[in-house]
């Protein structure tokens, strides 16, 4: 299965949720795992060992949300891959079938024995491709309380925690609609008896996972931001699957963030065709927050054929 969200032929912002209940097996899991697993979890580590900090924060975090929080997702990692996880819920014990991983969890939910993680949420995000993230909602407030993002597509996490949905998301061009209603949307998904999936997608010009804005001190900043675009350069769509599962008991959700690459160059004709009628339905504001500005005229002339 491929997600080509641009082949409605429009680009658009809106929320677009789908609950998981119309999708039918891979494409009804939360946690997709497939032949590019342990590239993704490398990819986790790397952020690990340049500085966890950058990729994993948490602001005004209440115990008992990252309690359901790490509940459900040793529940839905259990449910979705039996093979691929080993769980003991009486002695607390974690192995990754794969990476050989282990480890154990404590009373409380919230922390492991050892210190080979930041806690369990810190743990538990790193045996999935998925990133994720948790969302509070408190009286009127609501904020970002936990990220762990590893595939970060141009935006930092340090800059988003602590703050409310529409803070975090006003920069993007096309938001303003779904701003003016976006408490009841998220009351909605947070009661809601199932998930929902949506997709976002933009036009990438390599395949690394990380595009964090600040480059790790040995690389080229030039390099390391990508989006420059060349006539011979390689284009690729770069999908988000994106999940949210409500946690009522929590008056929280999770959100979760999944990436896929496809090269343009093996697209159809006709997927061709809707993605530069997508590209085409841009506002020159979403082309700049995208990053396509200079690069429209060669993308044209590429699609074209």
């Known amino acids: 299965m491929r997600y080509l969200p641009f082949l409605s032929g429009i680009y658009s912002t809106a929320p677009g949720l789908v609950s998981t209940t119309k999708a039918e097996g891979h494409d009804a899991l939360i946690f997709q795992i497939d032949e590019l697993y342990e590239l993704y979890l490398n990819n986790k580590k790397d952020c690990r060992q340049e500085n966890i900090h950058k990729y994993y924060c948490e602001a005004t975090v ?74 509070q909602l408190s009286n009127n407030d609501d ?42 949307m998220l009351e909605s998904v947070i009661h809601a008896s199932t998930p ?47 999940n949210l599962v409500g946690l009522a008991e929590a008056n929280a959700f999770l959100f979760t963030i999944r990436t896929y690459f496809y090269r343009v160059d093996e697209l159809s004709q006709q997927e061709k065709n809707l993605l530069l009628k997508a590209l085409r339905s841009m506002s020159p504001e979403a082309l700049q927050y995208k990053g396509l500005t200079s690069s429209m005229s060669l993308l044209e002339e590429f699609l074209e054929g």
């Open 196 to 242: 929902f999936t949506r997709f976002a997608w933009g036009i990438a010009t390599d395949t690394r996972l990380n595009h964090h804005p600040t480059a790790p001190r040995d690389k080229d900043i030039a390099n390391w931001q990508g989006r420059t675009h060349h006539k011979n350069n390689g284009w690729f769509i770069r999908t988000e699957r994106q």
């Open 143 to 184: 904020w970002v309380t936990a990220i762990h993002l590893c595939s970060p597509n141009h935006w930092a996490p340090e800059e988003k925690i602590g703050r409310p949905f529409s803070a975090v998301h006003i920069p993007v061009p096309g938001m303003e609609k779904t701003l003016q209603h976006y408490r009841k």
């Open 62 to 135: 209440q115990s008992e949300t990252m309690r359901s929080v790490n509940q459900y997702l040793v529940k839905q990692f259990e449910q979705e891959h039996p093979q691929q996880f080993n769980i003991n819920y009486t002695d607390r014990h974690f192995i990754n079938n794969t990476t050989h991983e282990e480890f154990w969890w404590n009373e409380d939910w919230l922390s492991i024995t050892g210190d080979s993680y930041q806690s369990l949420f810190d743990a538990l995000c790193c045996q999935v491709q998925e990133d994720i993230a948790v969302v």
